[in-house]
């Protein structure tokens, strides 16, 4: 093999080994830092609602949303309230979920009952 062959041979690998040695040895790992940026995941148009990171503050039945309720095939339930899943039974900050149906959970909010119904298909409350 004559040498200038094997010059270029070296310089190639060379190249190769410096421009893909930065993506290849690279362990760390990607994190998103927001820095003010809004969440891509939430609507631009529309009521401001509460977020379930208040849901432990809440003290009041005006601050909660009914968001949705589910229901497992071995009758377990839970309730998307201000988006968070709870379970019956759960506590969370003030909040204990008392009953689960497939139309209403029943809260204890500082020791008083309330009923939450989920709207019925044309967005009326039963």
Avoid: C, Q, W
């Amino acid at each position: 093999m004559s040498v200038r062959k094997r010059f270029f041979s070296l310089s190639l690998f060379l190249v190769i080994v410096l421009f893909l040695s930065p993506f290849s040895y690279n362990s760390e790992a990607f994190e998103y830092e927001s820095k003010g940026k809004r969440d891509p995941f939430v609507p631009l148009v529309g009521a401001e609602r509460p977020t379930a990171a208040r849901l432990a503050d809440i003290t009041s039945i005006e601050d909660i949303r009914l968001d949705g309720i589910a229901l497992g095939a071995k009758g377990e339930a839970a309730a998307i309230i201000n988006g968070e899943l709870i379970k019956t039974g759960a506590k969370v900050g003030d909040i204990t979920v008392v009953s689960i149906t497939k139309t209403m959970v029943t809260l204890d909010i500082v020791g008083k009952v309330h009923e939450l119904k989920l709207p019925d298909e044309g967005g009326r409350k039963e």
